[in-house]
């Protein structure tokens, strides 16, 4: 089969050949029908600092998919030949202390599809069986692909409590632009949008922002202090990481308010304990992965009742083949570039 | 009538004499039979930089109080003379959104007593109906004084929920102290008490710290790993406001756990975002002052009841007259000296 | 000034000329400008049963209210002359434990407008200053009044957490109907009107019901079950008190779901509590009331934002004077007449 | 092997010979070191109508227990021969939408040991790795085998949220017992025991009772109010079933209160919906099982710190041989008779 896979520890990646993989006795074999590209995908094609630690090639890439069931291991139940899947892709061990207790997306071992293990970018792709989700048949291969990010933002969402709420949402990337969409349609009310690329903003509006701030052309925290009265708003969502936006978004949110942190900083943060967080009475929660299979049931749940479109989300749809192109595009046209999905 | 005051805007305090205050007609006098003095009283004694911006003399000083109700005002609706009463420090306008909302503790526009109003370092206080809260007869005078710092601690463990888990609680100084009985009176299973002082430490085992850990001679961090199984405690108190303090405390939390922020650093903090709250699921909630009356109500119930023993926190008994003794063992013998109360 | 007031204890209501309330020292004087009329009301006019036993005549009946502020009292602070008001019709004790934490709402002693003192269906009305709620005055009169009952349906949809979610809303009456709009506002998916009456069932459509299920031609346990997998609902909000409602609610919540108890059975109802509870692992709420003022904040940036349009709940419009109009229209054509306002 | 069970549709036990079970290749051979009586043996025992509906003879009975671990499946991961191990009874699909989402003691189509399947009353058992859990050395074996109705009612006072409150647990047979032990370890101030028999309300004393109320002798209702101020409690748990119970319950928890279903009725109860639930805007769950793993984590923190001492509650201890005898102890001796372990 062809698969896009990095083959030694340098930048770039190949199109390969290699055998189809065969699934173990707890494990499902899946022809990929859509795979899509992720932002920790470029920084392996790049061999940034972080992918030379934690990838050992060879390796084929990518851990967001849909696809089809082709057979199943010996041991596999509930799960056929013939569903229409896509997976969680972070694999948990099934026996630590936050797996026994319904919180697998803090799994103390988890492994990765695409970094710990063979991922998407192929024509077929073995997954464990605790790790298949099965898509509703009415939703299609490019947005079951984009589920598992996706994924990230409802958690985020559900997490905030935004019903009835204003909401600010910093970094209007990948999972800020789902966050908009997803507290759109779960009842926030008002949903600020910030940040400085006037395409992402434009899209923002159109899933759901009542508001777009470009932090380069206006005070953020002016704005959305003016724009509730004064208090700031109910929830932040911080989705960009930025000290900057971390500042802004401890500023702007109001006493009793709810501040969620998503966004990976690539070092250590400032804040102000005291005036921010203390005096503030504020509530944080740091958020990662996925609810399994909470957060997936809550998606589907959306997208099949039609309540979110993702259609401005998927920028760009291309052929396997074309991955050079794609990554070209993720790299030199990030703004312009919110997904891309592909097809083997 | 007696009072301590700070009479102009240099170090030290004096004791006055002034006429007793009369009550407004939403107001009631109060005969103190107690009065405690807090680290803030202290700052304003030795008129540090906090002060100087923040105090106009002259000041009657102190915010912790028992005493009986001598006179109410003409508007003054269910509290009648004689009653056994305490006072809430933190008068709320009652307007603001936070006050219509039951979050008074989190007003907009709060007045403390002893720091914008004549306080509870005297013979006679005055004070609006809206912050007197009627004593339980069973409760000593010393200890209903000492309500208003009980009722943070007992705001931060309400809101930790620590009933069943383990805590850990940085800092032991009176707040951190008061934590560790909370905890130990509502259900916490495991009492871990950080300090470097071991009179304090000693004092914690007391008040139901199940292991104390002096950091000075102790990696905390790896303590209390090694007495959790390798996961880190349930939940973090941070009562210390120091950085060092923060740092363990983010680390020794287990993933999907509770830290809760009470200690006021002094200056910005700095915290590894994607590490130590992202990741791991964390939540932190910031915490200030006391949920008017919930929490008195809660307290009142722990005390009344004999669930909360408060004795070894009371170090040191003296008349009003002896403030500068009292002043002085706050200042130059902080690690015995837990609590102070004066009797006018 | 004139009124419409239950002058003896009979059957029915008379328009009477009396002079306008003065205000006392906590109290305001209020210029109506729309009063609107509560099944409650009906009750009175038709001094039935509870009426007898509650209403103690002569009494200016109504609680439902917009108005402008005439003057207020010596002791009134933080409301002028001029404002654009509602009232919260519970005039909480402000003193028992209740009103003590921030939960008026279920407060022990509280006085109702129109049934313990008078109220809102005159030319002017006075309230205690604690009741008084001041408009956005982008509301219009009409809307401002409803928000009294629309504050019961925003309490218990805020209660039941709906977002993203399926909801079964049993009676559409008008706090069924107002439910409906306000879950359709805050983000539930599948909104289910369940009653027998076809007007109003096509009212809940037009408020954002996403299925009407007439239950004289359906079996709606069947439908809500079919229509979610097998599963049942996420949440019930039963809206009418019949048993018949509360038996189909509970068969048809899935487990671990949620069921709000709002409306009013006449006498005890008998439930399946080992199966359709305990079994189910099922939260039950009972709600009253209105959060003061969390609710009401909650409701005016839901109307001052656009998010909820009540126009098609107020059907009918009338001058005070044609109080035996609105009165026909509430007794005899119940299925037609959801919320009458009547202009002083 | 010796195993006790129903070998034909008819009343009583037996004692009999019969091959040692071989575990599958997802399962687990286990040396029964004890096992414990629950009503529901007492039930098949006496093949009561629930039971001939139920039950399908040949089968050995029996659901708690505690053993070691002699062999285990070819699939099975993380379970060794030796480890020392007790069972969820419960065992549920772990594909329903529930086990997908960290509620699989709602499972929608769990099998039970010793109802569904050979159960825990012989020398050895063989159960699925999905339901085995490892016990804490230091907890012995009786106490061990004990864990499955303890863990009902750690279930139970965990969802009651009962830190800080009082308490009243209504029925003090095994789970009303253990409820109120678990609620004096984690933090309820005062817990008020009804039942009535002396035996029973003796141990309630002993295991963290505040109070017995003998409700033949006493009006509970009237007393839990006598206590709590007029108020009520805070929080019921209902452990009884009995309609009484619930009524009782149901007049002497306070407004905003919180009130826990766990006991079964044997048929359709009645309630005050109005004025009980509604008015008192009480909030009610219904609990079942325990939490899959998460209650037995928590559990095991509670036995292994040694903060709840279950010696007062395992009445009896006798030989497997022995069953007649314990079985007349539980149907003659009821109510001095709690928990019967035997050893085989």
């Known amino acids: 089969m062809r ?4 083959q030694k520890a340098t930048p770039g990646l190949e199109l390969i050949e290699k055998p189809e993989p065969v699934p173990g006795p707890e494990e499902v074999l899946i022809q990929v029908k859509a795979c899509s590209i992720c932002g ?6 790049q061999w940034d600092e972080w992918s030379q630690r934690r990838i050992k090639p060879p390796l084929v890439l990518g851990h967001e998919v849909a696809g089809k069931v082709i057979s199943v291991g010996s041991h596999v139940q509930g799960i056929s030949k013939g569903d229409y899947v896509s997976a969680e892709s972070h694999i948990p061990c099934g026996r630590c202390v936050y797996c026994h207790s319904g919180r697998a997306h803090i799994c103390q071992n988890y492994k990765i599809l695409g970094i710990d293990r063979d991922g998407t970018f192929a024509e077929y792709l073995v997954i464990p069986q605790s790790v298949v989700w099965k898509n509703d048949l009415s939703i299609l291969p490019k947005f079951a692909s984009i589920q598992e990010p996706l994924g990230n933002s409802v958690h985020v969402v559900m ?3 935004v019903a009835g709420k204003s ?4 970094g209007t990337g990948i999972t800020g632009l789902f966050a908009i969409a997803v507290a759109h349609a779960v009842g926030a009310v008002e949903i600020f949008a910030i940040d400085q690329h006037e395409f992402k903003l434009n899209l923002a509006k159109k899933l759901g922002a009542t508001r777009a701030i470009n932090f380069r052309k206006e005070d953020s925290v002016k704005v959305l202090r ?16 930025a000290q900057s936006a971390i500042d802004s978004g401890l500023k702007a949110v109001r006493k009793g308010g709810m501040f969620i942190a998503f966004g990976l900083p690539s070092k250590s943060v400032t804040v102000d304990l005291a005036e921010d967080i203390i005096f503030k009475g504020l509530q944080i929660k740091g958020i990662t992965g996925r609810k ?7 998606m589907n749940y959306l997208l099949r009742t039609g309540k979110l479109d993702l259609s401005p989300i998927v920028t760009h749809e291309v ?3 074309e991955f050079e192109h794609a990554m070209d595009l993720m790299i030199n046209h990030p703004n312009e570039t919110i997904k891309v999905v592909m097809y083997p």
């Not at 920790?40 to 094609?45: A, G, M, P």
């Open 3 to 6: 698969a896009v896979a990095k």
């Open 40 to 45: 920790t995908d470029v920084h392996i094609y």
């Open 159 to 161: 997490e905030a409590n």
């Open 167 to 170: 909401v600010a949402v910093f």
């Open 226 to 241: 003016d724009a509730t009265g004064g208090l700031g708003v109910d929830v932040v969502l911080e989705m960009s990481g």
């Open 292 to 298: 399994i299979f909470e957060t997936w049931d809550q």
């Open 319 to 321: 052929g396997l083949n």
